[in-house]
């Protein structure tokens, strides 16, 4: 029961992170998972089955507060479902542990170019509004699809801060977007792993649990999500993304590197994190009082 009662909090936890940040879930989840003990293959069939009713809840709390763009949703969705099938059904013959530190590197790439450009320069207004193209998302969702059914988490780190970077669509509907799509994902990668595995070191109980702190979890971040700035959106979420994917290079073949190494770097990729936050807060104040300034400013003849 005590094992129940964790896991129904860290789904609530997840949930929350992930529908106010466009990522983690399927991370922390697995992450949970696998110090427990569960296969790779297990513990990413495990979490996807939960997400099929968890993403089914936050697409529609995301619908409800406007966070959704549904031509996005099935241009990436679709394809996404198509790589998280094949995924799902290779996983037990594939090996990430040179992907996973390339993906980190792309992904550290792009967590910096999102935190720095929502950090100093605001949200990117120069191509909002103009239209994602489908040579574009049906790659992305693919690629992200694959990697989130073979690693246990991986479309929201793939798929928002691209969407992001492209600086077409708010952070709040990159996210709604984002999150809602993703119950296309989560279904196909369960079939996929209950053709291959059957329900063979599933448990159901957990399943459940976290299910359960998801579902709960769902309508808070969707409602969260608007109420947060663009530009402090914009700067936590690159803060998550580079801080998730240092930890995996520190953690690889690739660096190996030692507690020693790993305490200072965590302590200063925090700092900096804080510091970016803090700085994009002051200038989201300052953008607030300029514009109430303007409004206020009579209109000449």
């Known amino acids: 029961m005590r094992t129940l009662v964790l896991l129904a909090l860290a789904g609530l936890g997840a949930q929350l992170v992930d529908g106010s940040l466009g990522m983690a879930y399927g991370v922390t989840s697995t992450t949970l998972l696998l110090a427990m003990g569960t296969n790779p293959a297990s513990a990413s069939a495990t979490v996807h089955l939960a997400e099929i009713g968890t993403t089914l809840m936050s697409g529609a709390a995301h619908w409800r507060f406007g966070n959704v763009d549904w031509k996005v949703v099935a241009k990436i969705g679709l394809p996404g479902a198509v790589g998280a099938f094949l995924g799902a059904t290779v996983l037990s013959k594939l090996s990430t542990a040179v992907a996973e530190p390339v993906m980190s590197l792309i992904l550290l790439g792009l967590g910096l170019y999102v935190m720095s450009r929502f950090t100093f320069r605001g949200m990117p207004k120069g191509n909002l509004g103009k239209p994602l193209r489908k040579r574009f998302l049906s790659p992305l969702g693919v690629v992200a699809g694959f990697l989130d059914a073979t690693g246990g988490g991986g479309w929201g780190p793939v798929g928002t801060p691209a969407l992001l970077a492209s600086g077409r669509m708010e952070p ?130």
Do not use: C, H, M
């Open 172 to 301: 709040r509907k990159v996210i709604g977007s984002i999150d809602t799509s993703e119950f296309l994902v989560a279904v196909a990668a369960s079939l996929g792993f209950l053709f291959s595995l059957g329900s063979q070191g599933l448990n159901w109980g957990w399943v459940a649990a976290f299910l359960l702190g998801g579902l709960i979890a769902a309508p808070i971040a969707a409602w969260l999500v608007r109420l947060v700035p663009p530009r402090v959106l914009g700067s936590a979420v690159g803060g998550v993304i580079i801080v998730t994917n240092v930890r995996t290079l520190l953690k690889s073949d690739w660096v190996g590197a030692s507690s020693s190494l790993s305490t200072p770097v965590y302590v200063l990729l925090y700092a900096l994190w804080v510091a970016a936050l803090t700085y994009s807060i002051r200038a989201y104040r300052r953008e607030r009082v300029l514009e109430a300034d303007a409004e206020r400013q009579p209109v000449s003849a």
